[in-house]
């Protein structure tokens, strides 16, 4: 009988490690990189990098009913760095930026209280790279 309850807590404490660990992962980071400073709190996310290879995701939280909007900026060095957001389940294409390159522009106007992912996206190997988010009210 102990065996049989030993079992039982066993593939509870399983099965629960797996389904609180699987809570909010609906995008994934997968990267290399050198020399890279990360920040993300709940109203702002930058990452700047000497050299970047992967995906790289942040979020951003809406924490109340008011519209928002995304305010961003970056440069980069050297390769080509696709940036997504999601805000209702719909990745969306935010800036494509190539060896040299610089933008800063704002997003659309989103209402909620929900999460905002950002998604940072190489398409090879990419250096000197500086990209800045900021979760910003809209002014009536």
């Known amino acids: 009988m102990k065996k ?8 509870v404490t399983l099965v629960l490690c797996f389904t609180l660990s699987a809570c909010d992962n609906k995008y994934v980071s997968r990267y290399n990189a050198m020399l890279m400073v990360r920040t993300n709190t ?14 790289l ?19 980069l060095g050297e390769g080509n760095i696709k ?14 930026i190539e060896t040299a390159g610089s933008v800063d522009g704002k997003t659309e106007t989103f209402t909620g ?14 250096s000197d790279g500086s990209f800045s988010f900021v979760l910003k009210k809209s002014e009536e």
């Not at 709940?42 to 995906?55: E, I, L, M, W």
């Open 57 to 75: 995701v942040m979020k951003l939280k809406n924490k109340s009913a008011n519209e928002v909007f995304v305010d961003y900026e970056g440069t």
């Open 4 to 11: 049989f309850a030993s079992v039982i807590i066993a593939v």
């Open 83 to 96: 940036v997504y957001y999601d805000f209702n389940d719909e990745k969306l294409n935010l800036i494509d």
């Open 113 to 126: 209280n929900k999460t905002i992912y950002i998604i940072i996206e190489s398409d090879g190997k990419c």
């Open 42 to 55: 709940s109203d702002k996310a930058s990452v700047s990098f000497d050299s970047f290879s992967g995906t």
